[in-house]
């Protein structure tokens, strides 16, 4: 179940409400509003409201009235050079506020982020839903040997499929757990904020996530990173499908100059100057340590 029934009557309360507005709207933003999109196997995004469009980022950084008399070819190349030169105040005029359905392990590395203003769904005064994420066959792998906090190789047969028997098992026996604690069969059941400590990380909560551009673009840059992991990187997928229809000028920059760039040491612009001059260049005289070589080796490697 995505979407509760509560939700889905909201939403159609909503859209029967539909209001003519002197503010900006963004076509490709329009078609999102309230919409589900699935991430995962109960989880989901959907776009509650948002603020401004690419024209609001020139806007503001023009610091004038209006559209005013600039192109969109224009505007474009505005916006590409606000990115390329780090000038993130005129993207911090759009917002979004985004309703998000995750399991409570992603949350807790989501909210790392502390650029947001999050209001999450509270286990101390509802009953949690009995949802958890399990991942799919293909997800479930063994701890990297190069990397302590990455994945290794994918399990395969009966280790893969006891290990899911496990979350499975696990998940259903906490739920059980949780739900006869807080019955009142014959007391009054145990308080709702200490019957949840019980429930597993993989359980499902829900939030309202609202964020200015330029802080959602670093979100993006670091979840939406192909060595993010997995269970976060989708919700990132999903987020920039959304921002690409919504302001579509600024997310070809922040693909161009963020997504798609990398940054270069002192160092490392020393010794690519160097090469290009025709001079041997090697881990010993590049002024870099080992770790730092390898790194500066794997931006040329195709």
Same mark, same amino acid.
């Given at each position: $179940?995505?979407?509760?029934?509560?939700?889905?009557?909201?939403?159609? &309360?909503?859209?029967?409400?539909?209001? +003519?507005?002197?503010?900006?709207?963004?076509?490709? $933003?329009?078609? %999102?509003?309230?919409?589900?999109?699935? =991430?995962?196997?109960?989880?989901? #995004?959907? =776009?509650?409201?948002?603020?401004?469009?690419?024209?609001? *980022?020139?806007?503001?950084?023009?610091? +004038?009235?209006?559209k005013?008399?600039?192109?969109?070819?224009?505007?474009?190349?505005? *916006?590409?050079?606000?990115?390329?030169?780090? %000038?993130?105040?005129? !993207?911090? $005029?759009?917002?979004?506020?985004?309703?998000?359905?995750?399991?409570? !392990? =992603?949350?807790r590395?989501?909210?790392?982020?502390?650029?947001?203003?999050?209001?999450?769904?509270?286990?101390?005064?509802? @009953?949690?839903?009995?949802?958890?994420?399990?991942?799919?066959p293909?997800?479930?792998?063994?701890?990297?040997?190069?990397?302590?906090?990455?994945?290794?190789d994918?399990?395969?047969?009966?280790?893969?499929?006891?290990?899911?028997?496990?979350?499975?098992a696990?998940?259903?026996?906490?739920?059980?757990n949780?739900?006869?604690m807080?019955?009142?069969?014959?007391?009054?059941?145990?308080?709702?904020?200490?019957?949840?400590?019980?429930?597993? &990380?993989?359980?499902?909560?829900?939030?309202?996530?609202?964020?200015?551009? %330029?802080?959602?673009?670093? !979100?993006?840059?670091?979840?939406?990173?192909? %060595?993010?992991?997995?269970?976060?990187? =989708?919700?990132?997928?999903? @987020?920039?499908?959304?921002?690409? /229809?919504? #302001?579509?000028?600024?997310?070809?920059? !922040?693909? /161009?100059?963020?997504?798609?760039?990398? +940054?270069?040491?002192?160092?490392?612009?020393?010794?690519?100057?160097?090469?290009?001059?025709?001079?041997?260049?090697?881990?010993?005289? +590049?002024? $870099?340590?080992?770790?730092?070589?390898?790194?500066?080796?794997? @931006?040329?490697?195709?």
């Amino acid at each position: $179940m995505l979407l509760s029934p509560e939700q889905e009557a909201q939403i159609e &309360a909503l859209r029967a409400n539909s209001q +003519s507005t002197l503010r900006v709207v963004a076509p490709g $933003m329009e078609g %999102h509003l309230y919409t589900p999109h699935q =991430v995962l196997d109960h989880g989901f #995004v959907r =776009v509650i409201d948002y603020m401004g469009d690419d024209a609001a *980022i020139c806007q503001a950084a023009r610091v +004038s009235y209006g559209k005013g008399t600039k192109s969109v070819q224009n505007d474009e190349g505005l *916006i590409r050079y606000l990115m390329r030169h780090w %000038h993130s105040t005129p !993207f911090e $005029m759009c917002e979004i506020k985004l309703h998000v359905k995750l399991p409570v !392990f =992603v949350a807790r590395q989501w909210i790392r982020h502390r650029t947001a203003n999050v209001n999450e769904y509270s286990a101390r005064y509802s @009953i949690l839903d009995r949802e958890f994420y399990i991942p799919a066959p293909e997800h479930i792998s063994a701890q990297s040997e190069v990397n302590n906090q990455g994945r290794g190789d994918t399990l395969q047969g009966e280790e893969a499929a006891r290990v899911l028997e496990i979350l499975k098992a696990d998940s259903a026996r906490c739920y059980d757990n949780y739900e006869a604690m807080i019955s009142q069969d014959g007391q009054g059941g145990l308080a709702r904020e200490l019957a949840r400590m019980n429930l597993p &990380a993989n359980i499902y909560t829900q939030w309202y996530w609202k964020v200015d551009l %330029h802080n959602l673009f670093h !979100f993006l840059r670091l979840r939406a990173d192909s %060595h993010a992991q997995y269970e976060i990187r =989708v919700y990132a997928d999903a @987020i920039c499908n959304v921002v690409a /229809d919504w #302001v579509p000028a600024a997310y070809r920059a !922040f693909e /161009d100059y963020r997504m798609g760039a990398v +940054s270069l040491s002192a160092q490392m612009v020393d010794c690519l100057r160097r090469q290009l001059k025709g001079e041997a260049v090697t881990q010993e005289n +590049s002024g $870099m340590s080992t770790r730092e070589w390898r790194e500066f080796e794997a @931006i040329f490697e195709g």
